[in-house]
């Protein structure tokens, strides 16, 4: 589960009806059946993950939220930071900047010299954001930069100004680690050598910690994963019945990858009008709803081996839950 919409491939297409339709059709169609998690976030699916990261078993929001606001300066030192020297701080997917606003005052507080810059594919949400910040910090300079990453990062290598870059939330999670490489020497490449990035992970733990948050009591969760059928549906045209989908995640922790799937619970047939197609379901057939890996440092050190990062340092919360860790382009 994502902290923020901006993951990889989220661009403005996210509410473009052809893409959508493209999207839904092939990952239907595919032998194993897939469903894009970038698309769970329409309105309603905005209210339920609001919802999502304030259950009890769902631990990845506060456990990170521990590590900033306990540990900003440990995070700040880690950084090598120096009061002297200017910086760019740019967060990748801002979102409400709750965490990153712990680590703001301390920067602020201590007078580092630096813009903050946050992107996001939500202009609403920036504006909120700069809103916010500007009432408690008035004094933070802040950049808002609406669209994807890799267009602005772009744009920001030109100055040739030392950056730091934040992405949090464990949101490299939702990517097979072949497209976090790649995302992550996307990244790299717009970087300059001894640059940072503080990449926000959550660590591989028991599936009697990792289950719950995927599958919570109040059945929250369920109702969240079931929300991108009903928006197709809306949206797209589709008859599919709710009732006989059920949200069954999955999680060993030898693999270290927590699955969300949504299971046909009879076979059926669901026909959706834009795309022209039926599509079939015998009973038990599982689709594929988001994936969230889980790390430990040989699962992340062979995913940078890949890239121009390596681990200079890594902070943790008092259960060593999640973990902030700090890379270095080399």
Avoid: C, W
């Avoid at 209210?47 to 590590?67: C, D, G, Q, S």
């Avoid at 630096?114 to 700069?130: G, K, M, R, T, V």
């Avoid at 999640?322 to 890379?327: C, G, P, Q, R, S």
């Amino acid at each position: 589960m994502i902290e923020t919409k901006n993951i990889e491939n989220i661009e403005n297409d996210n509410t473009n009806i052809d893409y959508f339709k493209i999207e839904i059709d092939e990952g239907l169609s595919a032998i194993e059946k897939s469903l894009p998690s970038k698309y769970f976030y329409d309105k309603k699916g905005d209210a339920l993950f609001v919802k999502i990261m304030h259950l009890p078993e769902y631990y990845v929001t506060r456990a990170e939220h521990e590590i900033f606001k306990t540990k900003s300066q440990t995070i700040i030192d880690a950084l090598q930071l120096n009061t002297d020297i200017y910086f760019e701080l740019i967060e990748l997917g801002a979102g409400d900047g709750l965490k990153t606003k712990e680590l703001l005052r301390e920067l602020n507080r201590l007078k580092y010299n630096f813009d903050y810059i946050p992107i996001d594919i939500s202009q609403n949400a920036l504006d909120n954001l700069e809103k916010d910040l500007n009432k408690e910090m008035p004094s933070l300079p802040i950049k808002t930069k609406q669209g994807e990453y890799f267009e602005i990062l772009e744009s920001l290598n030109n100055n040739h100004k030392p950056k730091v870059i934040l992405f949090l939330g464990s949101n490299i999670g939702n990517m097979s680690d072949d497209v976090a490489a790649n995302f992550m020497s996307k990244i790299s490449d717009n970087l300059q050598k001894k640059d940072k990035l503080l990449l926000g992970v959550d660590l591989i733990k028991p599936a009697s910690i990792v289950l719950p948050a995927y599958n919570d009591s109040q059945g929250i969760t369920a109702a969240f994963n079931l929300n991108l059928l009903e928006r197709i549906n809306i949206e797209l045209g589709a008859n599919f019945d709710l009732q006989y989908f059920e949200h069954r995640p999955e999680y060993k922790e030898s693999d270290g990858i927590a699955k969300s799937f949504l299971v046909s619970t009879k076979a059926q047939k669901v026909y959706i009008t834009l795309i022209n197609k039926s599509f079939d379901f015998y009973e038990g057939e599982k689709i594929l709803m988001e994936i969230s890996r889980k790390y430990n440092d040989t699962i992340l050190n062979m995913i940078l081996s890949k890239t121009n990062f390596v681990v200079k340092n890594r902070v943790t919360d008092s259960k060593a839950y999640f973990a902030n860790y700090v890379l270095e382009r080399t």
